[in-house]
């Protein structure tokens, strides 16, 4: 397995990227930013609805000793990373942390982790913390402080209110999932990412179910990473496929975590295409 900072550490953090059809870039990334990783980590590779040509491609070109599973179903994200997690778990059992990545992040020099774990190490009841992750463009893309950002109006424990991406440090409703340091113990706990996801989501309804725990998810923006933002699904799906399945993990939310009934579930695609076409028009 692909190992960083000295092979002979222990790893502390296993990381686990799900990759779709896209093996120069899954490997470019092990091979050129998860080395700036300033931990031990091992890594792990989920290729979902392998090809031959493209599982021959990670085997190939994947850094030595990289653990490498292979579906020929599309396992989504949720199914893909809690299969990667298993299986690391098994091998190293003793893994404190989680780190769930995707290949089209970018971590830069002054990436800021160390400050992260330590943070993280300080704080046992952190089970999930995400930096500041930020586009192409140079804008924040998390967290999410209240349920109302992703539409909720709203969840009891965090009333709506405004709240923009970026920030000062804070516990908060939930964090990108391209790049999140989640502890080992409360992520097995509870069964790791909820099955039921297959994208969009799953970062928030891993938060619903630690938190009755005891658990909190944190936004620390000491840490950085540039997120170059949906190159799978704008490559594998059309907009209008996107917008649907967004669309079912909303309603699967709603339903699972907010306690929104029937006529409200039928009634919010409605109210929110309604909404977008209003605001497509105003721009």
């Not at 779709?20 to 091992?42: D, G, H, K, N």
């Not at 990670?58 to 893909?80: D, K, Q, V």
């Not at 349920?147 to 009891?156: I, N, Q, R, V």
Request: include cysteine.
């Amino acid at each position: 397995m692909a190992t960083g900072r000295a092979a002979s550490q222990k790893p502390r953090v296993g990381v686990v990227v799900v990759s779709y059809r896209s093996p120069a870039r899954t490997c470019a990334f092990l091979r050129e930013q998860l080395p700036r990783l300033p931990f031990p980590w091992v890594a792990c590779v989920v290729e979902v609805a392998s090809l031959p040509e493209s599982h021959q491609a990670l085997e190939r070109e994947l850094p030595p000793e990289t653990l490498l599973l292979s579906s020929p179903e599309n396992l989504g994200y949720a199914r893909g990373n809690n299969w990667g997690a298993e299986e690391l778990r098994r091998r190293f059992p003793s893994l404190e942390y989680l780190l769930i990545a995707n290949d089209d992040v970018q971590i830069p020099q002054d990436h800021g982790l160390e400050a992260w774990m330590e943070a993280m190490d300080a704080h046992p009841q952190w089970a999930i913390a995400g930096p500041d992750v930020r586009g192409r463009d140079g804008k924040p893309q998390s967290p999410w402080n209240t349920s109302a950002d992703l539409g909720d109006e709203c969840s009891p424990a965090f009333p709506a209110k405004e709240s923009p991406f970026g920030g000062e440090a804070r516990e908060c409703y939930g964090v990108r999932g391209c790049f999140m340091l989640v502890r080992a113990t409360p992520f097995f706990q509870v069964g790791g990412f909820d099955p039921e996801y297959f994208l969009f989501f799953e970062e928030p309804a891993l938060g619903e179910r630690l938190r009755p725990l005891g658990w909190a998810t944190v936004y620390l923006p000491q840490a950085r990473v540039t997120h170059w933002g949906s190159a799978t699904i704008r490559k594998a799906l059309s907009s209008w496929k996107i917008y649907l399945l967004y669309r079912k993990s909303f309603l699967l939310t709603a339903r699972k975590y907010w306690g929104w009934g029937k006529i409200r579930r039928i009634t919010w695609p409605l109210r929110h295409l309604l909404r977008r076409l209003l605001e497509n028009k105003r721009g």
